[in-house]
Each structure stands twice: as C-alpha cells, then as structure tokens.
C-alpha cells in the first residue's frame, strides 16, 4: 500500500493536482491560509492518472470491504470517479449532495438507494472531515448503513481523526500528507527547511499565516 501511496503523491504533483508553495498561500474557503492546494478534479483530465486511481481503489475495496450493495460518490469531488469504480465492481451507483435540492423532488441522494441498504462511500478529499461525514450522515438518515469510506487523498489532520473515529466510519485514502510530503522532498518539489514548515502548518492549520 505504501508503494501505491507513493505513487499517487507523485502523480498528483507531476500533474499539479496538488500544489505546495511553503513561501506563499493559498486561501481555503474556511479562510485557512494553506501553503497547500488539491484539487483532485484534475486527474479525470489525464487519463493514464485517472485508471491508476481507479485501480487502486478497487484494489483497496477488495481487500478491506467484502460486504456492500452500493457506491455512492460525494458530490462533486467524486462523482466520476465513484461512477468509474461502481463500473468496474459492477456496483449500482448513487451521488450524494451537500444538501437537498430545493427545488422538483428535493433529494440530497441522487439514484436509487433502498432503506437497508449498506452503502461504500467514494470520496476525492479529507480535510476536516466535515463535508465527508455529513455525505455519511445523509447515507445512514435514508436508513442505510454505512460500511467505510474510501478517499484520494487527506491531509492527516488530528480533527478529521476523532470526527471519523466518533462518527464510527471507517476510512481508508490511497495517499496522504505525510507521504506526499516525503515524495515531494525526494524529488526535489521542496527543500528541507520547507519541509519543516509544512509541518508546523499541519499541526495548526488554522493558526497559520504566511511570514
């Protein structure tokens, strides 16, 4: 798996889906200042990039979630590459929303998706956690069961640790900040003093500021 990880954080970089720039920032929609940028959305444009993520997650749902009738993707993240992977499993395949339309039939669960129901999530990003256990909230308030979520990528954050931990969602992702840290410091994306302060903005993301 750590192979597989290593290779996805380089892909993601090689293809800018990730970028770091430690002497500047990127502002997140929280109003985080970030010396880190993903944007996952990128990969369905390289193909070669887009059937290796595919392949690892079903690689990654094979061997640790036997039991499921459904793949739902979070909107909108994940809604290709969730559809790509239900194809593969030969899953139906559902989307959720960050919250019901208001408007025609007011659904948050796009497709169809029966009471009963235990459901696979595919997401593109962990960062709080937030966004990705409100999808699992909706799952299990159609009365379904949510056995796991599979995600890209996440950014190790200790907050989005104890929210899947209390929400009781198990969570498995094909790369994360550590290891892409490590690849990008192996290829020469960042330097070593650089690597110091990408670590102090992980411990205190919402802390950081740009010097």
């Given at each position: 798996m750590?192979n597989?990880?290593?290779?996805?954080?380089?892909?993601?970089?090689?293809?800018k889906?990730?970028?770091?720039?430690p002497?500047?920032?990127f502002?997140?929609?929280?109003?985080?200042?970030s010396?880190?940028?993903?944007?996952?959305?990128k990969?369905?444009s390289?193909p070669?990039?887009?059937?290796f993520i595919k392949?690892?997650?079903?690689k990654?749902i094979?061997?640790?979630?036997?039991?499921f009738?459904v793949i739902?993707g979070v909107?909108?993240g994940a809604i290709?590459?969730?559809?790509?992977?239900a194809?593969?499993l030969?899953?139906?395949f559902?989307y959720?929303?960050?919250?019901a339309?208001?408007?025609g039939?007011?659904n948050?669960i796009e497709g169809?998706?029966?009471?009963?129901q235990?459901?696979?999530?595919i997401?593109?990003?962990?960062?709080?956690?937030g966004?990705s256990l409100s999808?699992?909230?909706a799952?299990?308030?159609?009365g379904?069961?949510v056995?796991?979520?599979?995600?890209?990528?996440?950014?190790?954050f200790?907050?989005?640790v104890?929210?899947f931990n209390?929400?009781?969602?198990k969570?498995i992702?094909?790369?994360?900040?550590?290891?892409?840290?490590?690849q990008?410091?192996?290829?020469g994306y960042?330097?070593n003093d650089?690597?110091?302060?990408l670590?102090q903005?992980?411990?205190?993301?919402?802390?950081?500021?740009?010097?």
């Open positions: 750590d597989t990880a290593k290779q996805i954080a380089e892909k993601l970089l090689q293809i889906a990730i970028k770091l720039e002497t500047n920032h502002t997140w929609a929280s109003g985080w200042f010396p880190i940028y993903c944007d996952n959305r990969t369905l390289y070669e990039v887009r059937t392949d690892s997650f079903v990654v094979k061997e640790n979630f036997k039991d009738d739902a909107a909108t290709a590459q969730g559809a790509l992977v194809d593969a030969k899953k139906p559902v959720i929303r960050s919250q339309k208001d408007h039939l007011g948050q169809k998706l029966d009471a009963g235990k459901v696979l999530i997401e593109d990003l962990i960062s709080t956690g966004s999808a699992a909230e799952v299990r308030n159609a379904c069961e056995v796991g979520m599979v995600a890209i990528f996440t950014y190790n200790q907050k989005s104890d929210a209390e929400a009781n969602v969570l992702t094909l790369s994360n900040y550590n290891i892409l840290i490590e990008a410091l192996e290829t960042i330097t650089e690597v110091e302060l670590n903005w992980r411990i205190a993301p919402d802390k950081w500021k740009k010097e």
